[in-house]
């Protein structure tokens, strides 16, 4: 994951793996502790995900709150449960990030640490999706 630091309230990340872009900002009127984050999928495969519905974990962290969108969101049953679970609309991600409960700048969990655990999630969708896209072809 490489990290662009030209202004420190907008934040990209790219993974290498998929291309996929994940970008984080606090834009004007946010609180401190408070952040937008949005993840892109890479554009040379959108039809492929398209063809299939991608629904990934959103991450519970320590002193972090995650809120989403429902148009983001979708209720996915499995062997834990029901849950709902995060979803791209026309190929982008979009949630908000709160410091729960903990100034910012006394947060266990930095920001850093969501991103790349809301990058995790959606990877192991990816991976197993390109996957099946491989052997199905």
């Known amino acids: 994951m490489q990290k662009n630091e030209r202004n420190p309230r907008y934040q990209v990340f790219m993974d290498k793996e998929v291309c996929m872009e994940i970008i984080y900002e606090q834009p004007e ?9 949005i993840a892109k999928l890479p554009s040379e495969k959108t ?4 063809k299939y519905p991608l629904a990934f974990k959103i991450p519970s962290l320590p002193k972090r709150f995650i809120h989403t969108e429902n148009e983001y969101v979708v209720a996915c049953t499995d062997e834990e449960g029901t849950s709902l679970r995060g979803r791209f609309k026309n190929d982008q991600w979009v949630t908000h990030v709160y410091s ?18 809301i990058e995790s999630e959606i990877n192991a969708v990816l991976k197993n999706l390109d996957d099946l896209c491989i052997t199905n072809n």
């Open 29 to 37: 009127g946010y609180m401190d502790g408070a952040y937008r984050v």
């Open 100 to 117: 729960n409960g903990i100034e910012e700048s006394k947060n266990p969990t930095p920001i850093s640490s969501v991103i790349e655990a």
């Open 47 to 50: 039809e492929i995900y398209k």
